[in-house]
Antibody
C-alpha cells in the first residue's frame, strides 16, 4: 500500500524557515516524479514544486522561486521542501504527492498534509 | 502561472448530470492531453478521478467522465448522488514543465 506521511509543519514567524519532509512507503521512490501542493485555509489547491526521479529536474511556482527548494533522498525514501523567507501568504496545508504509474507527472497518491502557519 | 478557470459552484438534483468546465490556454490545457481532475471532501486530501483528459483510475466511479476541446476541459458527473457533494479541481501540465490547478468548483447536490 502506498503511504505518504508529511511532517515538519508548524508555526513560524514571517521571514523564518521550515523544512518539510515526506516519508514514502509501499513503493520505490526513485521511479516516480514527486510533487508538493499546498492549500491555504478555505482556498483551492496550488501546485508548489515537483522533482524528477533522479532529482536533476526541479520546477517551482513563481512565488516560491528563490525561496523554496525541493529535494529527495531516494535511498531514504524521503521527499523534502525547504522553505525560507516565509510570508503570511505561505500559510497552508502542504501535501506531498506521488505521480501515477501510468500518468508520468500527474499527482496521483497524496499524503494527509502538514499545516504551516506563518504568523508573528 | 495563472490558475485555470473553473466555475465557483455548480449544483444538481440526484440522478441529474452536471458538467464542470476548466478553461486554460494554449500553454496548458490546450497544449497536451495531461488534464486531471480531483475530488476533495472537507478536511481530506484530494483524490484523483480522471487523468489524461478522459481516463478513469481503477476504483473511480464510471459516472465520472472527462473531455477536452481546445483550451477547455470538462468533467461530467452523471447520475448525481449525495456522496458526490464535494470540491472538484482540474489540473494541467504546462509547456513550462510545471503544473497548474483550477480554482476549484463546489458541487452541491440539491
Amino acid at each position: 500500500e502506498v503511504q505518504l506521511v508529511e511532517s515538519g509543519g508548524g508555526l513560524v514567524q514571517p521571514g523564518g524557515s521550515l523544512r518539510l519532509s515526506c516519508a514514502a512507503s509501499g513503493f520505490t521512490l526513485s521511479t516516480f516524479w514527486m510533487t508538493w501542493v499546498r492549500q491555504a485555509p478555505g482556498k483551492g489547491l496550488e501546485w508548489v514544486a515537483n522533482i524528477k526521479q533522479d532529482g536533476n529536474e526541479r520546477y517551482y511556482v513563481d512565488s516560491g522561486k528563490g525561496r523554496f527548494t525541493i529535494s529527495r533522498d531516494n535511498a531514504k525514501n524521503s521527499l523534502f521542501l525547504q522553505m525560507n523567507s516565509l510570508r503570511a501568504e505561505d500559510t497552508a496545508v502542504y501535501y506531498c504527492a506521488r505521480a501515477g504509474v501510468v500518468a508520468g507527472i500527474t499527482p496521483w497518491d497524496w499524503g494527509q498534509g502538514t499545516l504551516v502557519t506563518v504568523s508573528s | 502561472q495563472s490558475a485555470l478557470t473553473q466555475p465557483a459552484s455548480v449544483s444538481g438534483s440526484p440522478g441529474q448530470s452536471v458538467t464542470i468546465s476548466c478553461t486554460g490556454t494554449r500553454s496548458d490545457v490546450g497544449a497536451y492531453n495531461y488534464v486531471s481532475w480531483y475530488q476533495q471532501y472537507p478536511g481530506k486530501a484530494p483524490r484523483i478521478i480522471i487523468y489524461d483528459v478522459s481516463k478513469r483510475p481503477s476504483g473511480a466511479s464510471d459516472r465520472f467522465s472527462g473531455s477536452k476541446s481546445g483550451n477547455t476541459a470538462s468533467l461530467t458527473i452523471s447520475g448525481l448522488q449525495a456522496e458526490d457533494e464535494a470540491d472538484y479541481y482540474c489540473n494541467s501540465y504546462t509547456t513550462s514543465s510545471t503544473l497548474v490547478f483550477g480554482g476549484g468548483t463546489k458541487l452541491t447536490v440539491l
